[in-house]
């Protein structure tokens, strides 16, 4: 069965801060896996997604890289803002055409002024 | 579009009572997930659609749950009898395996539902 870890559970850093968010799965066998952000009392927004076959993808300040053979994604925001505080999850999806994605616990940042 | 919406926003309800959650997907997406939030749990994926057909249901609890997706752009979470520890965010997704960028999920806002 499929785990998602994501370290750390927790971040408070300055605002202007370039940081990396980790994310690790037990089965090297996916199809894709997604990076979230979830603002308190909303629903997930999808930030970057990344198939198998890729090692990473960028969007603005955001760059998320995979690396299947060790079970790791990391996500790097670049220059921190107070409006990136926010949980950020990462889901896997797995392959052998099953469509089941599992998320992680989350990493619930807060960037300060 | 409008995106992923969802009804009720928030339901309060005493345990025993009939719930119903709906949902309507991004027209042209053919994947519909439900989805529960909690604190102790995280998200959990309950059950997925793909055309309107149930795929996969094995998240979903206990025989109180039940999901219908009648067509293309409506499905129904129905808890019956509902429990206290039922109170959960649950929410919707959608995704497409057609054009781009494909397969990512869109969220609706989530129904927050409290079991007294």
């Known amino acids: 069965k499929q785990e998602v870890t994501q370290i750390p559970a927790a971040l408070s850093v300055p605002e202007g801060e370039n940081l990396v968010l980790n994310c690790s799965f037990t089965?090297?066998?996916?199809?894709?896996l997604q990076w979230f952000r979830q603002d308190p009392g909303k629903g997930l927004t999808s930030l970057l997604l990344?198939?198998?076959?890729?090692r990473e993808q960028t969007s603005g300040r955001l760059n998320a890289s995979l690396d299947k053979s060790s079970g790791r994604s990391t996500l790097y925001i670049a220059a921190s803002q107070p409006g990136d505080s926010a949980t950020y999850l990462c889901?896997?999806?797995?392959?052998?055409?099953?469509?089941?994605?599992?998320f992680g616990r989350g990493t619930s940042l807060i960037v300060h002024p | 579009d409008a995106g992923v919406i969802q009804s009720p926003r928030h339901e309060v309800t005493e345990m025993g009572q009939e719930v119903t959650l709906r949902c309507k997907p991004i027209?042209?997406?053919?994947?519909l997930f439900w989805y529960r939030q909690t604190m102790m749990r995280g998200l959990e994926l309950l059950i997925y659609?793909?055309?309107?057909?149930?795929?996969?249901d094995s998240g979903m609890p206990e025989d109180r749950f039940s999901a219908k997706m009648p067509n293309a752009s409506f499905s129904t979470l129905k808890i019956q009898p509902s429990e206290p520890r039922d109170s959960a965010v649950y929410f919707c997704?959608?995704?497409?395996?057609?054009?781009?960028?494909?397969?990512?999920?869109?969220f609706g806002p989530g129904t927050r539902l409290l079991v007294l």
């Open positions: 997704a959608s995704s497409s395996t057609r054009g781009a960028p494909r397969e990512t999920q869109y």
């Open positions: 089965d090297s066998a996916i199809y894709n």
């Open positions: 990344i198939q198998s076959s890729q």
């Open positions: 889901a896997v999806t797995g392959s052998g055409g099953s469509y089941i994605p599992t």
């Open positions: 027209s042209g997406h053919d994947y």
């Open positions: 659609f793909n055309n309107n057909v149930p795929i996969d």
